[in-house]
């Protein structure tokens, strides 16, 4: 089980010594949530861990009764196959 970290503008994941190895940023204007950077250390990668953060942030921008952007390549990608 992931113990992602949420906060108003990016959600993220720590290591056991407290250092950031996977994030996803976005930002809200009005209702528009634009997501535009995800992040996942090399350590972490192959591992589903960036389509997790980008479901959990979708979740999140869904909770708050918000739309969903992004500028982020990844994140495009992720919506076109999971929309």
Do not use: P
């Amino acid at each position: 089980m992931m113990n992602f970290i949420k906060e108003k503008d990016r959600i993220y994941l720590k290591d056991s010594n407290g250092k950031v190895v996977a994030e996803i940023n976005f930002e809200k204007k009005d209702n528009l949530y634009n997501i535009y950077h995800t992040f996942v250390d090399e350590s972490l990668r192959g591992q589903g861990i960036a389509s997790m953060l980008v479901e959990q942030a979708v979740n999140y921008i869904k909770e708050k009764k918000g739309i969903v952007t992004a500028s982020c390549s990844y994140v495009n990608k992720w919506l076109d196959k999971n929309r």
